[in-house]
């Protein structure tokens, strides 16, 4: 089956600079890879999601990138904002439906202002 | 903005005793299901519903689990005869026919205690 590594497990930038994290995924077969947000206390939201027929996608100051052959996915995350803390998860799965998402153990983001 | 809505917030039971932790999903969603995040863990599969039946479930979902659509709203998971390791974070989930898992709304989540 799926398997998803994250890294970092935690990560630490001044206010204003990018975050960056990585994941990379095992099974080929899957194209769906979305990106969740956890803040404290809640439970994780869709931030930003990419299919396997396209390489990145942007919305505002976050973006997802995809490289199919190495099987890793990104976040990217531009001009961080105190707000931006929270932990996020990435995940993947093969889109047939309902085949569940297989998550990373997760990245603590903190923004230091 | 829809959502996913579950109750308790927070549970504490004894071990071996049965809960139910209960979940409203989006009103138009056809697709349920049920996740967990123990402490400092990945957050990992549980169980799809869909059509009133189990349409998959993971290994951590063994005979101690039920779920259940027991009216036209409402979407429960019981476990039964609790063990300290299920103490978890448990995460309920929805999506419309024609996303499937893609775009799926959590619930806030109900974190489980046994003691």
């Known amino acids: 089956g799926e398997n998803v590594e994250q890294h970092p497990s935690t990560l630490s930038v001044q206010e204003g600079d990018s975050a960056v994290i990585k994941c990379t995924y095992s099974?080929?077969?899957?194209?769906?890879f979305p990106w969740y947000k956890q803040e404290l206390g809640k439970g994780p939201q869709l931030i930003i999601d990419?299919?396997?027929?396209?390489g990145e996608k942007k919305d505002q100051r976050i973006a997802v990138t995809l490289n199919k052959t190495a099987k890793h996915f990104s976040l990217h995350i531009t001009e961080t904002q105190p707000e931006d803390s929270a932990v996020y998860f990435c995940a993947a799965t093969f889109n047939s439906g309902n085949t569940p998402l297989v998550f990373g153990k997760g990245t603590r983001l903190s923004v230091i202002a | 903005e829809p959502e996913v809505t579950q109750t308790p917030s927070h549970q504490v039971t004894q071990m071996g005793q049965e809960v139910i932790l209960r979940c409203v999903p989006i009103s138009n969603h056809l697709y349920f299901y049920w996740y967990r995040q123990i402490l400092g863990q990945k957050v990992e599969f549980l169980v799809s519903f869909y059509n009133n039946e189990i349409s998959e479930k993971s290994e951590i979902f063994d005979d101690q689990f039920s779920v259940e659509r027991p009216d036209g709203s409402n979407f429960t998971l019981k476990i039964r005869s609790t063990k300290l390791e299920d103490s978890a974070m448990y995460f309920c989930?929805?999506?419309?026919?024609?996303?499937?898992?893609?775009?799926?709304?959590f619930g806030q989540g109900t974190r489980l205690t046994v003691v």
């Open positions: 990419i299919r396997s027929n396209v």
């Open positions: 099974d080929s077969a899957s194209n769906y």
């Open positions: 989930a929805s999506s419309s026919p024609d996303r499937g898992m893609t775009g799926a709304f």
